[in-house]
């Protein structure tokens, strides 16, 4: 397949042109269906010849080109629509009927604030556009009406509060907000380009837009929630999350502040895509962190991650002859995994006399779990210190340690 992204230098573009060349290069599986030939870019700076060369070679196009924010609202339009019956004029002319992909906006639906909006009319004008080419030649054409798009790239004070925020508070930049209330649905770029995927393989998820206070199988709507059928006349992504700003805001503090500390990793959660999206706005000198190395005549012990919920990862260095540990938990529990050097790791039920000798070495990684009730130690057998990477399914708390002193060996 040969697919035509247009806008392909904006937020949007990038990610698809970039996640398209995995596919094309093999280096993305997880679709066996959609097999890229070739890539073409369109942006400003590509000349008409090139456009015309795409549109002719193209079997799928991704329309993403267009305008957000002019210096006069006319600009909309000639952005909006103009540049789209262009495209279109050139497809019908070299008699080229293959999928189109638009990426229109929510605003089109110029329903609650979006009333009026010069934007929204041009976005919907391009729709129909679309709509009456489909119809002339009998091409596959998707439209999809974004909410707000969100993630890595996107740039920030420009078309995404979101991006703004995370810029500014990952470089320790005042924010702005003037109503903490306000609540956007956003529409996640990794999410976004699996619903394009669906598309390129022929089942995008379609559905209308309900009138604001239509009641459809008891969902009062508001005229910019779609609602999903086979025969709708839209497209829409499938996941999206509606946040309120002070809540995203609250977020992006507390990862800002919280350095090693990760936050709610829930697989599809909200708090995981937007720590994703924050991280990858940080400055150069917040890449690398300082972590705390408690350093002393028998090596070294660090914590490098605090989580949420799985507890905490850290890093012990055992100097050769020394034997660490000789303590046992009542609820807590570890995993010692040998990554360098020759160690001895013994456990012992507290009311048994029989020992679990496990001997392992960074030449062959393995996982050994430190039961709760029972004393355990690690001992360095080898000539070169014992590195030993630690998960505990608690973060230690010093109030409450649950760590009791106890030899191993009776």
């Known amino acids: 397949m040969r697919i035509l992204v247009t806008g392909s230098a904006g937020f949007v573009g990038r990610n698809i042109v970039e996640n398209l060349k995995n596919f ?16 073409y870019e369109y942006d400003k700076d590509n000349t008409p010849d090139e456009l015309d060369a795409f549109c002719r070679k193209a079997d799928a196009v991704i329309h993403l080109a267009g305008v957000n924010r002019p210096k006069d609202p006319r600009e909309f339009r000639e952005g909006n629509f103009g540049f789209s019956s262009t495209l279109l004029d050139i497809l019908k002319r070299h008699h080229n009927p293959c999928p189109v992909i ?11 604030r979006f009333a009026g909006s010069e934007y929204g009319l041009s976005k919907r004008d391009g729709e129909e556009l679309f709509f009456s080419y489909a119809a002339q030649t ?19 004070g420009y078309n995404s509060a979101v991006g703004t925020f995370c810029h500014h508070i990952a470089n320790d930049l005042p924010i702005t907000v003037n109503d903490p209330s306000t609540r956007l649905e956003l529409l996640f770029i990794d999410d976004l380009m699996e619903e394009i995927w669906d598309a390129l ?22 005229g910019l929630t779609p609602h999903f059928r086979e025969d709708g006349r839209y497209c829409a992504a499938t ?12 977020l992006l503090e507390k990862f800002r502040d919280e350095g090693t500390f990760v936050p709610d ?21 917040k890449t690398i962190t300082d972590l705390n190395m408690n350093v002393d005549e028998r090596g070294s012990f660090t914590e490098l991650i605090h989580t949420v919920n799985a507890g905490q990862v850290s890093v012990n260095i055992t100097k050769p002859g020394v034997t660490k540990g000789l303590h046992w938990h009542n609820k807590k529990l570890e995993r010692f995994i040998v990554v360098a050097g020759k160690g001895l790791i013994q456990e012992r039920r507290i009311d048994s006399d029989e020992v679990e000798e496990y001997e392992v070495s960074g030449s062959r990684i393995q996982s050994v779990v430190q039961k709760p009730g029972y004393t355990h130690s690690i001992r360095n057998i ?29």
């Open 24 to 39: 094309r290069d093999g280096k993305n599986r997880t679709r066996p269906g959609l097999v890229v030939d070739e890539i």
């Open 102 to 112: 638009l990426s229109s906006s929510v605003q089109a639906t110029l329903a609650g």
């Open 138 to 156: 009998g091409a596959s054409v998707y439209v999809y009406r974004f909410p707000n798009l969100v993630g890595k790239f996107v740039r920030e």
């Open 201 to 222: 393989e022929g089942h995008p998820h379609r559905a209308d837009y309900p009138k604001t206070g239509e009641v459809i199988d008891g969902i009062v709507y508001d």
């Open 239 to 250: 996941v999206t999350h509606k946040a309120s700003l002070g809540e995203i805001v609250s």
């Open 265 to 285: 990793l829930t697989e599809g959660g909200f708090e995981k895509k937007l720590y994703s999206m924050y991280i990858s706005y940080l400055p150069p000198e």
């Open 382 to 410: 080898g000539d070169t210190d014992l590195v030993t990477v630690m998960w505990a399914n608690e973060i230690f708390d010093p109030a409450h340690p649950d760590t009791f002193f106890l030899p191993v060996e009776k």
